[in-house]
Each structure stands twice: as C-alpha cells, then as structure tokens.
C-alpha cells in the first residue's frame, strides 16, 4: 500500500474507533482558520481529539490554532470540526497538511466547509468583512503532485467549480434572512509565512484576487479530488493594500483580534446553513 494511504487509513481508524464508541458519524467537515476556533464553542456534546493523540497525524503550531478534532452536533447535524489546521509555511509537506481532509472523506463527511482569516485586497474589503469564496488562484504546491491515490479520485480531477454552486446559494438566502451582509471574491492562496509586499498586493488585485492568505486552496483541491462538496468562506481581518501609511505595519495579534470580532456571525450562518442542508 502507498505509504501515504497507509498513514491516512491509520489515522481515520484511530478516529473512527472513538466515534464508534460514541455512536457519531460525521457528515459535515469544517476547517477554522486563524482566530475562528470559537464555532467549535458552539457546537454541542463535543467529543475532542488532539491532532497529538492520532497516529501519524502532524500538530498544529499556528498562532491561533488549538490543534483539536472536535465532533459534536451543529446546526441539527452531527460534525466534524478542525479547531485549527495544519499550513505549509510550517514546514509540512503536502501530503501532510491535507492529511486531515482525506482522513474525515474516510470519516464519511459528505459537504466539507472551510473558513480562514484574509488580508482584503479588493478596495471594497473592509476588515471584519465575511467573503464567500467563489474561485481562487493557487500559488501553493499542488497537494495532488506525485503518484495518485487512486482511492480518493482520478489523476486529473476537473476544478470547473471548486466552491459549490447551490452551497454558495444556499449561504446568500441564508445570510439575507439573518440580516447578515455578505461579500463574495477569489481567494489568493501563497506559501506564507510572510504577509505580502504592496506591490504584490497589487499584483494580486491585478490578476483577480479579491482576499489573500495562506491556506485553503490544498484543502479543497484534495476535497474536490475525493468529490467533496465544499464552501468557503474569508474573515477580512486587514487591508491589504498597496498605499500604506509609512508606518503601518501587518501584525499576526491584530488578525486574530480581527478574526474573533467577526467570528461569531461567521459561527451563526455555517450553522444556520448546515441546518439546511438535506
């Protein structure tokens, strides 16, 4: 067996024996991102794992990122939540940020939903903003690069519509019903761990992005290869603009700060939504 479906069978067999004991089968994946670990506080009955607990499993070491598989019940159903991911720029090869996604496909989630916190390139951004993720542009390493892990989808999988089109609807209804304003743009995802120069800023709004971070984008090529239906959505947390002051400078403090002002909107709509779901 190809080492790395090896580690992945292994890790969701040490998941799946806990929540056989406790009579849970997940059917909705959700990654927080910085600063947005507070949906997991939402969620009821919780059964929480450590990324340090699963076999072959890589720890989370973001600011910002408890590093906790929690499993309880949200919006009606039952769920999956990773209170923290795993990131490139933490020095992880591909195969094992995306270790968690293919691990709850083996779960048996059938919708995956991703969050992060994002610099707001587009002029329109404001911070504490909430953007669904219509399409994005990849500047990380293809997570699928290497031999292909027959089980989990095709060599080429097609990335036509990597955000869900009916969830996307479903969040717009959803959100004007609770008199939450939404935004909607292209995630621009890079290698991290620096934040972007302004002239890359402005090279990203050039070519399309509306929000920029990085994370993500490894998660739902891996989601989409396994024929996972995913939403995302970005809390704006700063301006990423090319016409700072002379001394403005971008601070990891004040992102979470950021992230946790708008996190709790952000944890009302993906239950609201999940509740919906058929």
């Given amino acids: 067996m190809d080492p790395r479906a090896e580690r ?19 059917s909705v994946g959700i990654v927080l ?6 949906l997991a506080e939402q969620i009821s009955d919780p059964v929480t794992i450590p990324y340090r607990d699963i ?5 989370s070491t973001a600011l910002g990122h408890k590093g906790n598989f929690i499993i309880g019940t949200l919006g009606g159903k039952t769920v999956i939540a990773m209170q923290g991911r795993i990131h490139y720029y933490e020095g992880y090869p591909m195969d094992l940020v995306t270790l968690p996604i293919r ?3 083996v779960i048996g989630i059938k ?12 002029y329109d951004f404001k911070v504490g903003d909430l953007m669904i993720i219509k399409d994005h542009i990849n500047m990380l390493p293809n997570p699928l690069i290497g031999p292909n892990l027959d089980d989990f989808g095709p060599r080429f999988p097609d990335m036509t519509r990597p955000y869900d089109h009916s969830l996307i609807a479903l969040a717009k209804e959803t959100a004007a019903e609770m008199g939450i304003s939404l935004k909607e743009g292209v ?28 994370s993500t984008v490894p998660e739902v090529i891996v989601a989409r ?7 995302g959505m970005s809390v704006i947390t700063n301006e990423a603009h090319d016409d700072y002051a002379e001394d403005y400078v971008n601070d990891g403090d004040d992102v979470i700060k950021a992230a946790n002002a708008a996190a709790d909107r952000m944890s009302s709509l993906f239950a609201r939504i999940i509740e919906k779901l058929g």
């Fill in 8 to 26: 992945i069978y292994k890790a969701a067999d040490y998941v799946k024996g806990i929540l056989e004991t406790k009579g849970l089968q997940p």
């Fill in 33 to 38: 991102g910085s600063g947005l670990g507070r």
């Fill in 187 to 214: 995630y621009f995802g890079g290698t991290g761990p620096t934040y972007e120069t302004p002239h890359e800023y402005r090279y990203i709004r050039i070519i399309g992005g509306d929000a920029t971070g990085m």
């Fill in 103 to 105: 691990v709850m496909k």
């Fill in 225 to 231: 290869h396994s024929d996972i239906p995913v939403f």
């Fill in 111 to 122: 919708f995956l939903f991703v969050s992060n916190a994002a610099g707001g390139v587009n």
């Fill in 55 to 59: 076999p072959g499993f890589p720890v």
